[in-house]
């Protein structure tokens, strides 16, 4: 499977002056594959280490006061039997979070080993306490995701698909591509972006009921093994806390989205008498710095900088994969194939924008809440505000964003919907369809004074 962050990848190797890098995630997000394969696309030879599979053997190896390269990599090789060579090879540690030692190590590494390509991969890097100092300023940091619209189209062969999303110039759409990119990102509602869950619809991909079902079963099995994470790396006692919120967002997407409440609800989540966002702030920071959850925070009087006025205790919270949405509310993907889940569409939707923003490298969002106005998110782009809203649907008409428009006067808006692309040059909103969120802000600057 291509994942486009392979490109930052060749990017990190050839710069002059490269730091090791480290690679964070949550689990299952393909880190592992991408790290190998880059490796054996890019390098004379890779030697791949999973510091948790072998922390007996390797953890002694950082346990060295000095935390020395030469003496890590003399130990590596005696250990794999292969020698390190440092000018044209890779060194890969997977799973560093097992042995937080090696985490410091990588500072070390850059002062004294600098000619070696070193890339560690972890997850739940956030949540894990220990006395270790984190290489602050010594190792270069890289975010991976679930794969997003455009990744799903290549691994599942689309390639008429990507060629269209790519070349598209904002031209008029015929409706037979619009019918099949819609098509096809209902199928990716359902699939979400966790690539084994991907591989399993693709296999069966000619009979599609069963590639649905198989795709449903694995992501069933991939929440279990979450929920497991939650013991392992935070407690028992907290993990309880945290698998209860986990399974509460849903739910308080639902009611967001529905107006039964503007934000994440504390009261009764874990049980009752925790009531306040103080009562659960950890087991929500917990899910959020594992890569399992995306907090978006109110804002309701957005500025530059965008995050300097955005509320602590008032947001969104959203789950980091659609298709894992679909499989703990329990929809069935008949129903979103025909497009036939009520409410639910418009929490997806946002979702779904949330989740692709956030691979396209708008990380920084807020949502914004008038009196009787409400904005699903609003970035900040070169200097400028940008407002989002969003619709599951063919309905167009966005009340609230003209009432931001009239406050805020923005250089531009959008609105991502079931609909054709558009632009309004009068109120100067583009309205683009769910499927091509991919090519923001690029088709946004072709009607932009140059």
């Not at 510091?51 to 250990?79: C, N, R, W, Y």
Request: overall charge neutral.
């Amino acid at each position: 499977m291509k994942r486009l962050i392979e490109k930052q990848l060749i990017d990190w190797k050839n710069k002059e002056n490269r730091k090791p890098l480290l690679l964070q995630g949550a689990r299952q997000v393909g880190k592992t594959y991408v790290l190998q394969k880059f490796g054996n696309e890019a390098f004379r030879n890779t030697h791949y280490f999973d510091l948790e599979a072998l922390k007996t053997e390797l953890g002694p190896l950082f346990q060295d006061a000095s935390l020395h390269p030469k003496l890590i990599m003399d130990g590596l090789s005696f250990v794999s039997g292969q020698s390190i060579n440092i000018e044209n090879d890779l060194l890969v540690l997977d799973e560093i979070q097992s042995i937080p030692r090696a985490v410091t190590a990588l500072k070390y590494f850059n002062q004294h080993m600098k000619p070696l390509a070193v890339v560690a991969a972890g997850s739940n890097l956030g949540v894990i306490h220990g006395e270790e100092a984190f290489p602050v300023g010594q190792v270069e940091m890289l975010s991976m995701y679930p794969m997003n619209f455009e990744e799903f189209l290549l691994g599942t062969d689309e390639p008429q698909a990507v060629k269209f999303l790519e070349q598209f110039q904002g031209e008029k759409t015929g409706e037979p591509y619009h019918r099949k990119l819609f098509h096809l990102l209902k199928t990716y509602l359902i699939t979400g972006g966790m690539p084994e869950v991907i591989r399993e619809y693709h296999r069966q991909k000619e009979k599609p009921l069963e590639a649905f079902q198989a795709a449903r079963h694995t992501q069933n099995q991939l929440l279990l093994h979450y929920v497991r994470d939650f013991s392992k790396y935070a407690g028992a006692a907290n993990s309880r806390h945290i698998e209860r919120i986990f399974e509460a967002i849903p739910l308080q997407l639902s009611n967001t989205h529905n107006k039964q409440s503007k934000k994440f609800i504390f009261k009764d989540v874990i049980s009752k008498g925790y009531r306040s966002y103080e009562a659960l702030a950890d087991p929500i920071e917990w899910l959020v710095k594992a890569g399992l959850a995306c907090k978006v925070p109110l804002n309701g009087h957005p500025a530059i900088p965008l995050l300097a006025g955005a509320s602590e205790n008032h947001f969104k919270l959203f789950l980091f994969d659609i298709g894992l949405l679909g499989a703990m509310t329990r929809l069935s993907p008949e129903r979103i194939i025909q497009y036939d889940y009520g409410t639910y569409k418009g929490y997806f939707a946002e979702n779904l924008v949330l989740q692709e923003l956030i691979s396209h490298g708008f990380p920084h969002l807020v949502t914004w809440s008038g009196k009787t106005s409400e904005i699903e998110f609003v970035l900040e782009l070169d200097g400028n505000l940008i407002p989002i809203e969003v619709k599951a649907g063919m309905n167009t008409k966005a009340k609230s964003l003209l009432v931001f428009i009239d406050k805020y006067t923005p250089v531009y808006s959008l609105k991502f919907t079931g609909s054709k692309y558009g632009y309004d040059s009068h109120k100067r909103i583009y309205n683009f369809p769910l499927y091509l969120i991919s090519r923001f802000p690029e088709l946004a600057n072709l009607h932009l004074p140059q």
